[in-house]
């Protein structure tokens, strides 16, 4: 059963508009929470992360924000561009899990010009 | 960079045969991950390493070994492998001081 479920498979956005794309999570020992942007025939690379502490966490056009009482967290992209069309893995990792992250599917962005 | 290198990239094989995959690290990480990536299931974590001669299983290890003989180099093996594991697989490490993984570029592997 996933821990970690990212609902959306695809999500298609002009240029210049905002992207919200959305994870959920079934595990309330899960404390940190990451995302990664994924181009084809690359490694993921690490994009923005968010502590349990904290419900908001901002990276220039990345916005994270965490709901903790719904389990769910979602990353905002302000304003999208074409180079942000990707694949987006949402993580979670918690103390129980150690140094272990879980993932989510992934949500293909698409930017359209 | 994270000084993270996967060898090979690319591998055709057929079902029954022995596979090691290579990741190979310059910056003396402590820990070290294979994970592989499936459409509809994300990455999924086969096997880690905490230290030299220290491993443990992910959530989908059945079939896979590992080894890690020096902090460089985190091996994973493939006894005999299956069509099944066709896939694409990621070598991650820890950042020194933070939660985040580091990804390696990835070896894609074929089993026909």
């Known amino acids: 059963d996933q821990q970690v479920k990212q609902n959306s498979p695809s999500l298609s956005v002009q240029e210049g508009r905002i992207s919200i794309l959305n994870c959920d999570y079934t595990n309330s020992m899960f404390d940190y929470f990451l995302w990664y942007k994924k181009y084809p025939a690359e490694g993921p690379t690490f994009l923005i992360s968010i502590s349990s502490i904290k419900d908001k966490n901002e990276d220039g056009r990345f916005t994270v924000f965490l709901n903790k009482s719904a389990k769910h967290l979602s990353l905002h992209i302000v304003p999208s561009q074409p180079g942000d069309s990707a694949v987006y893995f949402c993580a979670a990792s918690g103390k129980v899990y150690g140094n272990k992250l879980v993932f989510g599917a992934g949500t293909i962005l698409r930017v359209k010009s | 960079d994270a000084g993270i290198t996967q060898s090979p990239r690319h591998k055709v094989t057929e079902t029954g045969t022995p596979v090691t995959l290579r990741c190979h690290q310059t910056?003396?990480?402590?820990?070290m991950y294979w994970y592989r990536q499936d459409p509809g299931h994300g990455l999924r974590l086969i096997h880690y390493?905490?230290?030299?001669?220290?491993?443990d299983k992910g959530e989908v290890s059945d079939g896979y070994s590992v080894s890690r003989s020096k902090t460089e180099d985190f091996l994973l093996t493939l006894e005999s492998a299956t069509s099944s594991q066709t896939s694409v697989y990621f070598c991650?490490?820890?950042?020194?001081?933070?939660?985040?993984?580091?990804f390696g570029e990835g070896s894609r592997l074929t089993v026909l």
């Open positions: 390493s905490y230290g030299v001669k220290d491993t």
């Open positions: 910056e003396n990480h402590r820990y």
């Open positions: 991650a490490i820890r950042g020194f001081d933070t939660g985040e993984l580091f």
